[in-house]
């Protein structure tokens, strides 16, 4: 029989990391779109076998841009948001609302799914479809 | 939101991530792994970097590179197993990484025949 080898789950780590240590949760939740967002810009180059590089110049921005936005640290502006969904095509989805109430602005199948942020008596969903 | 891939850490690897203290390199470290497991094979250099020598074994590597730190993965279907890590900017910690991940590796050799 084989003896399998001893392993941690990255949701019961991150879980962990969470619990341990308050100041990173609260910089893991408030970067939520940063990260949505450069998941979404490598999931488009690796569609489209672009660099770096060849993405910045789609989008009319040079390649630190996209360096800075794929780094996943840093929540981009509303302006960001609105050129990368004009160029690439990317739908984005921000909700905030009180943590009380059901939203009423995305489907709750969303809402579920993606809510970010509980703790501080306000609900985030951030979401994107390519 | 559910991941299409399954990430698991050795528990050696478990152990050696203690030794990693700063918050800002701790959380660029879980950045890079949560995008592995949102992307598998779709995520992209300068984020991941096959080991040259080392088939199969793939280093992760937070905020682009710049940082010190490296995981040091291997995928079998689905799933990646984060064998090691890396943790100080030093030729020989990651040299000492990645022989401690080529004797790990095997380990996750029955992930094979599921």
Redesign the interface.
């Known amino acids: 029989m084989?003896v399998?080898?001893?392993?941690?789950?990255?949701e019961t780590?991150?879980a962990e990391?969470m619990a341990r240590?308050p100041?990173?949760r609260e910089?893991?939740e408030r970067t939520a779109l940063a990260?949505l967002v450069?998941?979404q810009l490598?999931?488009y180059?690796?569609?489209n076998k672009l660099s770096?590089r060849a993405l910045a110049e789609r989008l009319g921005k040079k390649q630190p841009y996209v360096?800075r936005l794929?780094?996943?640290?840093t929540n981009p502006d509303f302006e960001t948001l609105v050129n990368i969904s004009r160029a690439l095509g990317i739908e984005f989805v921000i909700d905030i609302a009180p943590a009380a109430k059901t939203p009423r602005l995305v489907p709750q199948e969303v809402a579920a799914?993606?809510a970010t942020k509980r703790r501080s008596g306000v609900s985030v969903v951030v979401?994107a479809a390519g | 939101?559910?991941a299409p891939f399954?990430?698991?850490?050795?528990?050696d690897a478990?152990r050696e991530?203690e030794s990693l203290k700063g918050?800002q390199e701790?959380?660029?470290l879980?950045?890079v792994?949560?995008?592995l497991?949102?992307?598998g094979p779709?995520?992209?250099p300068?984020?991941v970097k096959s080991l040259k020598g080392e088939p199969g074994l793939l280093e992760l590597r937070p905020?682009?590179g710049s940082s010190a730190v490296r995981a040091i993965c291997r995928r079998i279907a689905n799933v990646y197993?984060i064998l090691t890590f890396s943790i100080k900017a030093d030729k020989a910690d990651f040299d000492g990484a990645v022989a401690a991940a080529r004797e790990?590796s095997p380990?996750?050799d029955?992930l094979t025949?599921r």
């Open positions: 084989t399998q080898p001893k392993t941690v789950s990255h780590l991150l990391e240590d100041a990173f910089e893991w990260r450069a998941v490598i999931k180059r690796a569609a770096q360096a794929e780094a996943g640290d799914e993606h979401a | 939101m559910d399954i990430v698991l850490y050795d528990a478990v991530l918050r701790r959380t660029a879980f950045t792994i949560g995008k497991r949102m992307l779709g995520l992209l300068p984020h905020r682009q197993v790990r380990r996750y029955w025949l």
